[in-house]
Nanobody, 125 residues
Framework: QVHLVESGGRLAQAGGSLRLSCVVS????????MGWFRQAPGKEREFVAA????????YYQDSVKGRFTISRDNAKNTVYLQMNMLKPEDTAVYYC??????????????????WGQGTQVTVSS
């Protein structure tokens, strides 16, 4: 059985930093593109960042480029999202996804199969 468990979300001040983690069990991270998505109240879930199973290949939503960094540790079956220079508009529930699909021609979208339960990030101004 596959499980994705996110952690690290909490209340932070604008300009601050947080690091989210997603621990995966039941599948080998090394062959999956992993993504982070977020959903703010009243809004659709949106793509934030993804890291390919191919070394060195990452994707970001424009609004987080230069502030967020996605990384993976295949040995620990864990994906991270380092979030710096936080803004109130980053407030959302953040979800981890295994099998995120990304291409150069279109925005990344999540695989329907493997999602975590989410972790709440709240950024105060």
């Amino acid at each position: 059985q596959v499980h994705l468990v996110e952690s690290g979300g909490r209340l932070a001040q604008a300009g601050g930093s947080l690091r989210l983690s997603c621990v995966v069990s039941g599948l080998s991270l090394s062959v999956y593109t992993m993504g982070w998505f977020r959903q703010a109240p009243g809004k659709e879930r949106e793509f934030v960042a993804a890291v390919s199973w191919k070394p060195g290949l990452t994707y970001y939503q424009d609004s987080v480029k230069g502030r967020f960094t996605i990384s993976r540790d295949n040995a620990k079956n864990t994906v991270y999202l380092q979030m710096n220079m936080l803004k109130p508009e980053d407030t959302a529930v953040y979800y981890c996804n295994a099998g995120t699909y990304c291409s150069d021609d279109s925005p990344c979208y999540g695989s329907p199969d493997y999602w975590g339960q989410g972790t709440q990030v709240t950024v105060s101004s």
